[in-house]
Structure formats: structure tokens, C-alpha cells
Antibody
Framework: EVHLVESGGGLVKPGGSLRLSCAAS????????MNWVRQAPGKGLEWVSS????????YYGDSVKGRFTISRDNAKNSLYLQMNSLRAEDTAVYYC??????????????WGQGTLVTVSS | DIQMTQTPPSLSASVGDRASITCRAS??????LNWYQQKPGKAPKLLIY???ILQSGVPSRFSGSGSGTDFTLTISSLQREDFAIYYC?????????FGQGSKVE
């Protein structure tokens, strides 16, 4: 069974940094691109970043580009999100999600339970 | 960036009703459109990908249609467990954008 478990969230001051982790199990992690998606309190879903299966390609949303860095360690079945220069508007639940693919289509087929990041002084 | 607009933002319905949600893309995305369901305090769940393909394990009362810029999610007969928020998402290009959500209540 596929499991994704995020950790590393918490309270951080504006301008601070935080590193999120996502531990994956139940599938061959190195075969799948992975994503981070966030959801501010009471708001909708916002795609944050994605990384290819071998880390060769990384992509970011405009709101986090230059501040966040996605990475992965296939030997440890883990996904990471390094968040720097945090702002109040980065406050959200952060989900890691597996990117499934079929016949040229991709989708987020498994999600973790999320970890809450709160940016406040 | 491709903007995704969902209508209606909320939908009042009863058990047994047919419910439809529309998602419109700001430019053509072919059929690269996914639908997710989210219940309070839970992670989103994939329902439909490629506009009309039902994810494994999802009840057949859910269906998706459309291509280009206009898409529809239909629930043929609402069950109690279907009251939730539904999001569309385009997977045509980066950044992957979501609609703002439609609440079925």
C-alpha cells in the first residue's frame, strides 16, 4: 500500500527557513516524479513544485520560485522541500503527492496527510 | 499561466440528486484535466484523470467529460459521502494550476 508521510512543519518567523520531508513507502519511489501542493487555511489547493524521478528536472510555482528548493533522495525514499525567506502568505498545509502517469497523462494519485507550516512573528 | 475557473463555487443538493460542476480553462488544455475530491481535514483524492478516465476504486456514479477549454464533473446520484469540495487541475503545462474549488453541500 502506498504511504506518504510528511514531517517538518511548524511555527517559523517571517524571513526564516524550514525543511519539509516526505517519507514514501509501498511503491518504487525512484520511478515516480513527486510534487508539493499547499493549501492555506480555508483556501483552495496551490501547486508548489515538482521534481522528476531522477532529480534531473525541477519546477516551481511563481509564488515560491527563488525561495523554495525541491529535492529527493531515492536511496532513502524521501522527498524534501527547503523553504527559505518565508512569508506570512506561505502559511499552509503542505502535501506531498505522487505523480502517476498513463498514456501521456499525469495526475496526483497519492497524497500524504499534510504538514502545517505557520509563518508568524 | 493557465487559469482554471470552476462553477458554481457551491452547490446545494440532496441525496439522490444529480450534480454537475464545470471547469473552464483560460486556453486549450486538450484533455489534460484531473478532478479531485477533498473532505474536511483530509488530503485530496484523485477521482478522474485525462478528463474522463475514472481512477481505480472510484464509484461509477462519478463521470467526467470535455476537452479543449470546457469540462464537467457529474455525480449521477449523490450519496451522503459525496458531500465535499471538488477541484479541477490542468496537467497540460507547468505550472499545474487548480480551480478554486466547488463545494457540494
Amino acid at each position: 500500500e502506498v504511504h506518504l508521510v510528511e514531517s517538518g512543519g511548524g511555527l517559523v518567523k517571517p524571513g526564516g527557513s524550514l525543511r519539509l520531508s516526505c517519507a514514501a513507502s509501498g511503491f518504487t519511489f525512484s520511478n515516480y516524479p513527486m510534487n508539493w501542493v499547499r493549501q492555506a487555511p480555508g483556501k483552495g489547493l496551490e501547486w508548489v513544485s515538482s521534481i522528476s524521478s531522477s532529480s534531473g528536472y525541477t519546477y516551481y510555482g511563481d509564488s515560491v520560485k527563488g525561495r523554495f528548493t525541491i529535492s529527493r533522495d531515492n536511496a532513502k525514499n524521501s522527498l524534501y522541500l527547503q523553504m527559505n525567506s518565508l512569508r506570512a502568505e506561505d502559511t499552509a498545509v503542505y502535501y506531498c503527492a505522487r505523480e502517476g502517469m498513463e498514456s501521456g497523462y499525469d495526475y496526483l494519485d497519492y497524497w500524504g496527510q499534510g504538514t502545517l507550516v505557520t509563518v508568524s512573528s | 499561466d493557465i487559469q482554471m475557473t470552476q462553477t458554481p463555487p457551491s452547490l446545494s443538493a440532496s441525496v439522490g440528486d444529480r450534480a454537475s460542476i464545470t471547469c473552464r480553462a483560460s486556453q486549450s488544455i486538450s484533455d489534460s484535466l484531473n478532478w479531485y475530491q477533498q473532505k474536511p481535514g483530509k488530503a485530496p483524492k484523485l477521482l478522474i484523470y485525462a478528463a474522463s478516465i475514472l481512477q481505480s476504486g472510484v464509484p461509477s456514479r462519478f463521470s467526467g467529460s470535455g476537452s479543449g477549454t470546457d469540462f464537467t464533473l457529474t455525480i449521477s446520484s449523490l450519496q451522503r459521502e459525496d458531500f465535499a469540495i471538488y477541484y479541477c487541475q490542468q496537467s497540460y503545462t507547468i505550472p499545474r494550476t487548480f480551480g478554486q474549488g466547488s463545494k457540494v453541500e
